[in-house]
């Protein structure tokens, strides 16, 4: 089992930046990627990047040029740095891993204000 715990969310103005990040504890041996989906009230949850362990990264292309999710392996624990926010980034952000199944963490909430 895996287990993630996510911080970071909070409230910003349109242009202001927020990190969130995610530590892994458990069988932490066992994650292939990990990343970020959001989910924005009335719509579907949606991939916001994800990172391999060998640093390879995807972006949704919402967020391209914007957001950068990093990695520190030692600590087992992912990072977005999120840019020049807008509203329609406002969402739940959950963070998830992969390895025999997917893993989620509880979500943080990212308000983005006009």
């Known amino acids: 089992q895996v287990q993630l715990v996510e911080s970071g969310g909070g409230l910003v103005q349109a242009g202001g930046s927020l990190r969130l990040s995610c530590a892994a504890s458990g069988s932490t041996f066992s994650i292939n990627y990990m990343g970020w989906y959001r989910q924005a009230p009335g719509k579907q949850r949606e991939l916001v990047a994800r990172i391999m362990t060998d640093g390879s990264t995807t972006y949704g292309d919402s967020v391209k040029g914007r957001f950068t999710i990093s990695r520190d392996n030692a600590k087992n624990t992912v990072y977005l740095q999120m840019n020049s926010l807008k509203p329609e980034d406002t969402g739940v952000y959950y963070c998830?891993?992969?390895?025999?199944?997917?893993?989620w963490g509880q979500g943080t909430q990212v308000t983005v204000s006009s």
């Open positions: 998830f891993a992969t390895g025999p199944r997917v893993y």
